[in-house]
């Protein structure tokens, strides 16, 4: 069974959280929300959204990959300690990272990017400094996916099962939510 961790902050992209937590459980992968902080958290336009528990209460190494989605929580999640460690531990257990949006700036600050093949918002191309960012919509460099932004999230979220459970499960998934 995949296990995946998907940090939640307050004013995380609702859309990127959201769609790729859908798409990864319609997979069959077992994903577990983790807040900052306990209790409900407002998304970025408005959304309420209530994580299934904090980082506090889980292990990084329990999980086979981790999202982060992006919006204005990544300020939040790159200044986060449990966050970083988390990132820092499953990348060298060579498990998967995911990043949408700005959030590869959470990777950049975990040290992890340097000559790294990665993609992000490109209102934030200039803060991304330890490696180039190419303009396509999704990159898969090694156990690295990166995505652009909440209008890529859904080819974000397929990228995901197609490199953790592969191209077959990624078809049946697109095929039954209609997105091809």
């Known amino acids: 069974m995949i296990k995946v ?9 609702e859309m990127e959280a959201v769609i790729a937590i859908d798409v990864l459980r319609r997979a069959g992968f ?20 209530l994580p299934d528990t904090t980082l506090d209460d889980v292990c990084a190494l329990d999980f086979d990959a981790l999202v982060l989605p992006g919006g204005k929580g990544v300020a939040l999640l ?7 460690d988390a990132v ?9 990272l995911c990043a949408v949006c700005a959030a590869p700036l959470v990777l950049q600050e975990a040290g992890i990017l340097n000559g790294r093949r990665v993609t992000c918002f490109p209102g934030v191309t200039a803060q991304l400094t330890a490696t180039a960012r190419l303009n396509e919509r999704v990159v898969v460099d090694g156990k690295l996916i990166t995505s652009q932004g909440a209008g890529t999230s859904l080819e974000f979220a397929l990228a995901i099962v197609r490199a953790v459970g592969g191209d077959a499960l990624a078809r049946r998934v697109g095929a039954e939510m209609v997105a091809f």
Request: net charge positive; hydrophobic share 50%; charged share 20%.
């Open 5 to 13: 961790l998907v940090p939640l902050a307050e004013g995380v992209e």
């Open 30 to 49: 077992t994903v577990v929300t983790a807040g900052l902080q306990a209790g409900p958290l407002t998304a970025s336009r408005g959304v309420r959204l």
């Open 78 to 84: 790159k200044q986060d300690a449990r966050v970083l």
């Open 88 to 96: 820092r531990a499953l990348y060298a257990a060579g498990r998967w």
